[in-house]
C-alpha cells in the first residue's frame, strides 16, 4: 500500500515542483515581512538569501544521510507536513518575534543592528522550515532512481522540476498574490501546498492519522490569526494599511495631519497638513529651490523626482500657483494613495517610473529638480553616483537648482552624507547645505550655473507674502553653509550606500537610546519602566 502512489513516480515529481516552489515564495515573503522593519535594502536581501542557502545545505545533507540511514518516503513527508504548519505560522507569531528580537538587541548592542537583528529574525524564523524542504531533493533522488542506468535522466528531471517550480515561485508571489492579498495570505497560500502534498500522501496510505488531524488543525488556526497584512499591529489610527510590488503602505490619521509611511517603526514619507500649514520637516526646505528661483516672480519650472503622496507638489500648489509641476512615483500604488488621502492635485502630470530612468526617456530641461528618494539606508544607489547626478544636471536650465533630501545627517569623515556632498559636488560648481531644524534630514542645493543662490534667497524671503514661508526662507538663509568638494566620490560602479547607511542608522540609535540604556544599567528595567 505504501508504494501504491509512488509506484510512477509522478508524485515525487510534483513533490520536487511544489517544494521549489514553495522555498522561493517563503523566500520572497520573508523580505517582505522584514522590509517593514529592517529596510528592503541590499544588506537585508543578502541576509535572507544567505540564511536560506544556509538552511538549504544543511537540509541536503540532513536529506541525503536520512535517505540512505531509512529509505523511507513517510519520513520526507512527515518533514514536508511538519514545513507546512511553520511556515502557516510564520503570519501569527513572525512580527511578534521580529519587534522581541529587535527590542532586545536595540538595548544591547551599539554596532550593526540592523545585520545582526535581520539575521536572528531570519535564522528564527525561517531557517527550520527550509531546512527541512531541503530534505527534498536529496530523498526523491534516492526515492526515484532504481539503477545506475538511468539514475542521470531521473536526477535531471527532478532537478527540472524543482527549477520550473522554483521560477513560478519567484514570479508568483511578487507580481500576483503579494500585490493582491498581502504577504500573510502569500504565506499560507504556500504553506497549504505543502501541507496538501503532505496529507495527500498520507491519505493514499490511510496512514499518520493524527499528524494530519494535528497539521489540519495548526493550519487553520493560522488561517483564522495570521490572515491579516497588519504589520503595525499596535497602531489605532490607521487609515489605509497594504502593500504594493515595491513597499509596505501605511497612511495614518493624527489630529492636525495625515501620514504616509513605508516603513512600521520610523521614517515619514509624506504628510498633509489638515491646516495646509507648513509641516515643519524637511518638505519645507524643499521649497527653498523654487522660492529662490521664483523670486522675480517668474514661473518656474518644477520636476519632483520620488513624489511620495505629493507634499512638495500640494505644497508648490499653493505656493508658487502659476508654476508647472510635474512628478514621478515608481510605486503606482503611491499615487493611488495620493488622491485618495492626500488631495494631492489631480492635474499634475505624474509618471510611474524610476527617477533615472525618467531623465533617461525625457529631453526637457526644468528650473528645479527635487531628489526625494532616500529611505532610511534604503538608498538606491543610481540615484545617488556621479553618472546620476550629472544627468539631473543636464535636465536643469542655465541657473538651474537641484534639490536634494538626506534623511540622515552627519558631519563624521566617510559618513554617507560626506559621499552624496562630495558627489554631488564633483558635478555642480556650488552646493550649499542645511540642516533640518528638530529632525536627522539634511538638505542639500546644487547650483548649476554659478549664480548667488544664497542672495537670491534672501532676496525671495523679503518678496514672499506668506509669513511663515517668508521667515522659514530667511533662517535657512542663516544656516546655510557652502560646501567645499571632497575625494568621496559615488559612481555607478562603486556605491556602497548601504553599508554607509548602516554606519549612520547605528549613530542614530545609540543616540537616540544612550538615556534609556543608562537608565537600564543603573537601575534594570524597573527603573526603565518607572521612568515612563
Known amino acids: 500500500m505504501k508504494e501504491s502512489i509512488l509506484k510512477n513516480k509522478r ?16 523566500e520572497l515573503g520573508a523580505s517582505r515581512l522584514l522590509a517593514p522593519y529592517f529596510s528592503s535594502s541590499q544588506i537585508v536581501w ?36 511538519i514545513a507546512a504548519v511553520w511556515i502557516a505560522m510564520i503570519p501569527v507569531v513572525g512580527k511578534y518575534i521580529i519587534l522581541g528580537i529587535s527590542g532586545l538587541l536595540v538595548l544591547t548592542i551599539s554596532t550593526n543592528f540592523l545585520v545582526i537583528a535581520a539575521f536572528l529574525a531570519c535564522m528564527v524564523i525561517f531557517v527550520y522550515p527550509l531546512v527541512l524542504l531541503g530534505t527534498v531533493t536529496p530523498s526523491l533522488a534516492k526515492y526515484t532512481t532504481d539503477s545506475l542506468t538511468d539514475n542521470g535522466r531521473i536526477i535531471g528531471t527532478l532537478g527540472a522540476f ?16 503579494i500585490p493582491a492579498v498581502g504577504t500573510a495570505v502569500t504565506f499560507l497560500i504556500f504553506s497549504g501546498i505543502l501541507l496538501a502534498l503532505g ?60 501620514i504616509f509611511s513605508t516603513n512600521v517603526l520610523f521614517g515619514v514619507q509624506s504628510i498633509r497638513m489638515k491646516d495646509d500649514s507648513l509641516t515643519g520637516m524637511f518638505y519645507d526646505y524643499d521649497l527653498a529651490g523654487p522660492a529662490a528661483l521664483n523670486a522675480a516672480s517668474e514661473p518656474v519650472s518644477i520636476l519632483m523626482l520620488g513624489n511620495g503622496t505629493g507634499t512638495f507638489v500640494s505644497q508648490c500648489r499653493r505656493y508658487f500657483p502659476e508654476s508647472p509641476v510635474e512628478a514621478v512615483e515608481i510605486d503606482g500604488k503611491i499615487t493611488k494613495l495620493a488622491g485618495t488621502y492626500f488631495d494631492y492635485p489631480q492635474d499634475v502630470p505624474t509618471y510611474t517610473y524610476d527617477g533615472r530612468a525618467y531623465l533617461s526617456a525625457v529631453d526637457r530641461k526644468y528650473d528645479v529638480i527635487v531628489i526625494d ?45 560626506e559621499y552624496l556632498e562630495d558627489t554631488i559636488a564633483s558635478v555642480f560648481p556650488d552646493v550649499y547645505t542645511v540642516d533640518v531644524a528638530d529632525s536627522t534630514n ?36 542663516v544656516t546655510m553653509q557652502r560646501y567645499q568638494g571632497g575625494t568621496h566620490i559615488l559612481t555607478d560602479d562603486k556605491a556602497p550606500v548601504e553599508l554607509l547607511g548602516m554606519k549612520m542608522i547605528d549613530g542614530i540609535i545609540g543616540d537616540e537610546l544612550g538615556y534609556y540604556k543608562e537608565i537600564i544599567r543603573q537601575n534594570g528595567l524597573p527603573g526603565l519602566l518607572d521612568s515612563e
Open 442 to 477: 539634511r538638505e542639500v542645493y546644487a547650483v548649476k550655473g554659478g549664480a548667488d543662490f544664497e542672495s537670491k534667497l534672501r532676496t525671495a524671503a523679503v518678496r514672499l507674502r506668506d509669513r511663515p514661508l517668508s521667515s522659514l526662507m530667511g533662517s535657512i538663509t
Open 199 to 258: 496529507l495527500v500522501y498520507f491519505v493514499s496510505r490511510k496512514a499518520r492519522k493524527t499528524l494530519c488531524a494535528v497539521s489540519a488543525l495548526i493550519f487553520c488556526f493560522a488561517a483564522v490569526f495570521g490572515n491579516s497584512d497588519s504589520f503595525a499591529f499596535w497602531e489605532k489610527d490607521l487609515l489605509y494599511e497594504g502593500e504594493s510590488v515595491y513597499n509596505y503602505l501605511q497612511v495614518k490619521d493624527t489630529e492636525d495631519s495625515v
Open 11 to 26: 508524485y515525487l515529481y510534483i513533490t520536487e515542483f511544489f517544494s521549489g516552489m514553495a522555498v522561493m515564495a517563503v
Open 162 to 177: 524543482n527549477t520550473i517550480g522554483s521560477i513560478i515561485g519567484t514570479f508568483l508571489p511578487t507580481f500576483v498574490t
Open 46 to 81: 543578502t541576509i535572507i538569501i544567505g540564511t536560506i542557502m544556509i538552511a538549504m545545505a544543511v537540509g541536503n545533507v540532513w536529506g541525503g544521510r536520512s535517505a540512505d540511514r531509512d529509505p523511507d518516503p513517510d519520513r520526507l513527508y512527515r518533514r514536508i507536513l
Open 373 to 417: 528618494a532616500y529611505q532610511d539606508i534604503t538608498i538606491p544607489f543610481q540615484m545617488s553616483s556621479q553618472e546620476f547626478f550629472g544627468l539631473v544636471r543636464d535636465h536643469l536650465s542655465d541657473d538651474g537648482v537641484m534639490v536634494v533630501n538626506m534623511n540622515m545627517r552627519s558631519r563624521e569623515a566617510g559618513s554617507i552624507n
